[in-house]
Nanobody
């Protein structure tokens, strides 16, 4: 059973940057596709970014392209989401998700393992 723990959330002013981390345990990290999703109050959880299991493919939702970067460090069993030029509309709880041998899927249903989430608040 894979466990995921997010960290790095917080409060930042618009235009600032935050880096999120997702530490994985209980599985073979290098075989995991990793995704980041977010959920704002009163809204459904939505896709943000994903990387396939071998790191060769990434996907981003249009609203974060050019601002967010997903990456991974297999030696540290950790995935990252670097968020730059943050906007108030990026405010949400951010979740990392994983699935074995996965693609850089944008679909929530493709991911089997989920973290508990970390709050990101961007003030205007």
């Amino acid at each position: 059973q894979v466990q995921l723990v997010e960290s790095g959330g917080g409060l930042v002013q618009a235009g600032g940057s935050l880096g999120l981390s997702c530490a994985a345990s209980g599985g073979t990290f290098r075989f995991l596709a990793m995704g980041w999703f977010r959920q704002a109050p009163g809204k459904e959880r939505e896709f943000v970014a994903a990387m396939n299991w071998n790191g060769g493919s990434t996907s981003y939702t249009d609203s974060v392209k050019g601002r967010f970067t997903i990456s991974r460090d297999n030696a540290k069993n950790t995935a990252y989401l670097q968020m730059n030029s943050l906007k108030p509309e990026d405010t949400a709880v951010y979740y990392c998700a994983a699935v074995l041998w996965g693609s850089s899927s944008i679909s929530l249903s493709e991911y089997r393992y989920w973290g508990q989430g970390t709050q990101v608040t961007v003030s205007s």
